[in-house]
Every structure is written in C-alpha cells, then in structure tokens.
T-cell receptor, first 112, second 115 residues
Framework: QQPVQSPQAVILREGEDAVINCSSSKALYSVHWYRQKHGEAPVFLMILLKGGEQKGHEKISASFNEKKQQSSLYLTASQLSYSGTYFCGTESGRAAGNKLTFGGGTRVLVKP | DAGVIQSPRHEVTEMGQEVTLRCKPISGHNSLFWYRQTMMRGLELLIYFNNNVPIDDSGMPEDRFSAKMPNASFSTLKIQPSEPRDSAVYFC?????????????FGSGTRLTVV
C-alpha cells in the first residue's frame, strides 16, 4: 500500500521553511526521500533507517518515527533550487529486498 | 560513472506494436528496478531484480509486459502488443543491495507514447 504524503503542494518564499510528511500503514524498515524536477528523473536525497534517526542534506533534513510509521522532511531557509516534487519511498523490511513503494509526491515551489 | 543509462529517451509507437526499453545499471549495483510514472498513478514498481534474478513482478500490469536481465549490465522491458494506456515515463533504477539500505540511482527515463 502506498504511503500518504502531505501536503500535496506548498508554495514558499525564498528563505521560508516547510515540512513534508509521509505516513505508512505498514511497519517500516527504512524511508527514502527523493526530489524530482520537471522533466527529470528523481534524485536521491537521503535514507533513514528504523531507530528514529535524523539526517541532513544541505539545509534539508528528515526524521523517522518508527513507532508512528511516519517520516518528515524539513526544508529550512528554502532556496530557489529546492523547487520540485518530493517523494518518500518506504521499505517494509529487508526481506523485501530494498523494494520501495513511493508516495504520491509533494510539489514544492519556491518563489523569489 | 555514467550513471544509469536508458534508451531510447523518447518512443512514439502505434497501438499493437512491440516496444523494447533498455537499461544499463551502474557497475557494481546488484539490484535493478523498473518503475512507471503517470500523473494518475504516480511512481509504480513494475518489477525488480536482485543479482539478475527477478524477485517480484507483481507490479507488471499484465502478460503484455515482460522483463529480462540476461547479465549484470543490461535489462530490457518489453511491451507486446502496446496499447494507448501504456503511455507513461518508464524509469530504470539501480542500487547496491547489501546489509545497509542504499538509495536508488534513476536513469533519465523513457517517455513512451502509444497512439
């Protein structure tokens, strides 16, 4: 079953912050985050393994609450280059062999 | 590294024709995934391989779709016969599947239009 992302879209001014959420109905082994710009392939941002860790990529960070089966992506002091569609991908277990199920995506537009 | 290489980048074909999409994964990656992306259904996993062996093809829409990975450096996704509803962007991705979870590297995709 597909993880649920919210919000579906967000518009920011340069320098503002935003949070994107990803929720799953299944127990999770890992959560991946990707960004896709229009007409391009998704690009890997970071991966979080169960254990509640938090990671960062530039001024983009993420957390993973294993018990709630949720992950959040934090865009801090957003830049124009952060515009794109963000996808979370969830892995339910190592037995699944690194197979990811992607959420529906969150469109982010950062304006000057 | 050249990354994941897909060909062709664009394909326009008539309904009923056979279509073959190709993918070369990153050298050393032992997992390969085929995804399809549409506005309506998002990113859907079609099939994936570990060490050239198909592991899960439950996402393959129907018998018209088939995929092979004859060696570690090449995979194909074939649609025969093609239908207009197959129109989508098809992505191939590869990953190193070992003890630690690793991110995917996606190819540039093949935009398929069936008319």
């Amino acid at each position: 079953q597909q993880p649920v992302q919210s919000p579906q879209a967000v518009i920011l001014r340069e320098g503002e912050d935003a949070v994107i959420n990803c929720s799953s109905s299944k127990a999770l082994y890992s959560v991946h985050w990707y960004r896709q710009k229009h007409g391009e392939a998704p690009v890997f941002l970071m991966i979080l393994l169960k254990g509640g860790e938090q990671k960062g990529h530039e001024k983009i960070s993420a957390s993973f609450n294993e018990k709630k089966q949720q992950s959040s992506l934090y865009l801090t002091a957003s830049q124009l280059s952060y515009s794109g569609t963000y996808f979370c991908g969830t892995e339910s277990g190592r037995a699944a062999g690194n197979k990811l199920t992607f959420g529906g995506g969150t469109r982010v537009l950062v304006k000057p | 590294d050249a990354g994941v290489i897909q060909s062709p980048r664009h394909e326009v074909t008539e309904m009923g024709q056979e279509v073959t999409l190709r993918c070369k994964p990153i050298s050393g990656h032992n997992s390969l995934f085929w995804y399809r992306q549409t506005m309506m259904r998002g990113l859907e996993l079609l099939i994936y391989f570990n060490n050239n062996v198909p592991i899960d093809d439950s996402g393959m829409p129907e018998d018209r779709f088939s995929a092979k990975m004859p060696n570690a450096s090449f995979s194909t996704l074939k649609i025969q016969p093609s239908e207009p509803r197959d129109s989508a962007v098809y992505f191939c991705a590869s990953s190193q599947n070992d003890q630690g979870a690793r991110g995917y590297t996606f190819g540039s995709g093949t935009r398929l239009t069936v008319v």
